[in-house]
């Protein structure tokens, strides 16, 4: 069964506190890879997208890695803006262009 | 550009009310979805249309119907309200480009209560 898992639920780090967090998928073959940042009663807002193994994105603090089961979310010196809830989506080669996977997220919480 | 938006913001049925939920995107767009977001899950697709003309089921349809009524309107109708649609419905639009996944762009919610 295809799958999307986030780790961990939840995070507080410091303001300057660098970080990761992941995001495992188990699925029949990947046709893409999308980080969302969403900010509490707001709507999901596309970061990156990510196709192959080994390929990386970056946007400001934020670096987004992919290997051939996980990627990961790097967080570089992280401020209180950065401040979110981050989800994992996956599409996969089996499933139509339409559908993504998605995991439940990890809340980041930067204290100042 | 207002992007996605979405009509209301809050609402508070009884069970076994009746609403329509409304979804507008002014991209040009050809696809939009729509999705329910519960605490500790992921997002979940309940229809999604990926053209004007065509309506599909997702991963949680029942209980739901959709229309797409011209390339920028998409709206989400609740028959017969359970509590168990208690959720925030979020609305989505993605791209034209062939041969390729577009990422979607998300309106800012509707928070539905049924009691």
């Known amino acids: 069964e295809d799958q999307v898992t986030q780790s961990p639920e939840a995070l507080r780090l410091q303001e300057g506190e660098s970080s990761s967090l992941n995001c495992s998928y188990t699925v029949s073959g990947l046709r893409g890879l999308f980080w969302y940042r969403q900010d509490p009663g707001k709507g999901p807002e596309f970061l990156f997208t990510l196709y192959s193994a080994g390929e990386e994105k970056e946007k400001e603090r934020l670096k987004a890695t992919l290997t051939k089961k996980e990627s990961f979310l790097h967080i570089t010196a992280p401020k209180p803006e950065d401040s979110a809830t981050y989800l994992c989506?996956?599409?996969?080669?089996?499933?139509?262009?339409?559908?993504?996977?998605w995991g439940a997220g990890t809340k980041l919480i930067i204290k100042p | 550009n207002a992007g996605v938006t979405q009509t209301p913001k809050f609402q508070v049925l009884k069970t076994g009310q009746s609403m329509t939920l409304q979804c507008a995107q002014d991209?040009?767009?050809?696809?939009m979805y729509w999705y329910r977001q519960d605490p500790g899950m992921g997002l979940r697709l309940i229809y999604y249309?990926?053209?004007?003309?065509?309506?599909d089921k997702g991963e949680v349809p029942n209980g739901y119907n959709v229309s797409r009524l011209n390339k920028r309107e998409f709206s989400l109708r609740l028959e017969s309200a359970a509590p168990s649609q208690t959720s925030v419905y979020f609305c989505?639009?993605?791209?034209?480009?062939?041969?390729?996944?577009?990422?979607?762009?998300f309106g800012p919610g509707t928070r539905l209560t049924v009691l």
């Open positions: 989505a639009s993605s791209g034209n480009r062939r041969g390729s996944y577009n990422e979607q762009f």
């Open positions: 249309s990926a053209s004007e003309g065509t309506t």
């Open positions: 991209m040009n767009h050809n696809s």
């Open positions: 989506a996956v599409q996969a080669v089996v499933v139509s262009n339409y559908q993504l996977i």
